[in-house]
């Protein structure tokens, strides 16, 4: 049996003494959701329909994979809101989820001029809050 073989039946036995989520097995499901995003967006779109891979993953928001963009931005984003640890680390999780959920709501484009500029903001803050 691999190694991979063996963490997933000790994590599978885990599971069944404690059926909940642990803050630590979140994390790890958020972070992947987080990293997986480009390739469930890309795969998904070709997959859906898309002719080409878009140049950035903001215009995936206007594909048919645009429900799953805000979907996934969403949830990360009330993640990060409710996750509690030290005080400097709920502030940073804090103002990533609200800068998680703005990407989702405020689109790249817009008759407004000013909705592409919060969008942009709030993607710059999201991905440097989550290099801390």
């Not at 963490?7 to 979140?26: A, D, F, H, M």
């Not at 993607?123 to 801390?132: G, H, I, K, R, V």
């Given at each position: 049996?691999?190694?991979?073989?063996k963490?997933?039946?000790?994590?599978?036995?885990?599971?069944?003494?404690?059926?909940?989520?642990?803050?630590?097995?979140?994390?790890?499901?958020?972070g992947l959701t987080g990293i997986l995003l480009p390739v469930?967006?890309?795969?998904?779109?070709?997959?859906?329909?898309?002719?080409?891979?878009l140049p950035t993953i903001s215009d995936y928001y206007f594909s048919?994979?645009?429900?799953?963009f805000v979907g996934i931005l969403v949830a990360i984003g009330f993640f990060l809101y409710s996750y509690?640890?030290?005080?400097?680390?709920?502030?940073f999780a804090n103002a990533a989820g609200i800068a998680a959920v703005t990407v989702a709501i405020f689109p790249t484009e817009s008759p407004f001029p000013a909705v592409p500029q919060i969008h942009l903001f709030a993607?710059?803050?999201?991905?440097?809050?989550?290099?801390?």
């Open positions: 049996m691999n190694k991979l073989q963490t997933l039946q000790q994590w599978g036995s885990q599971r069944e003494e404690n059926p909940s989520l642990s803050y630590k097995e979140l994390r790890r499901l958020v469930i967006l890309v795969v998904g779109g070709l997959i859906a329909g898309n002719a080409k891979i048919n994979m645009g429900d799953v509690k640890c030290t005080k400097l680390d709920n502030w993607a710059l803050t999201f991905f440097c809050l989550m290099a801390y």
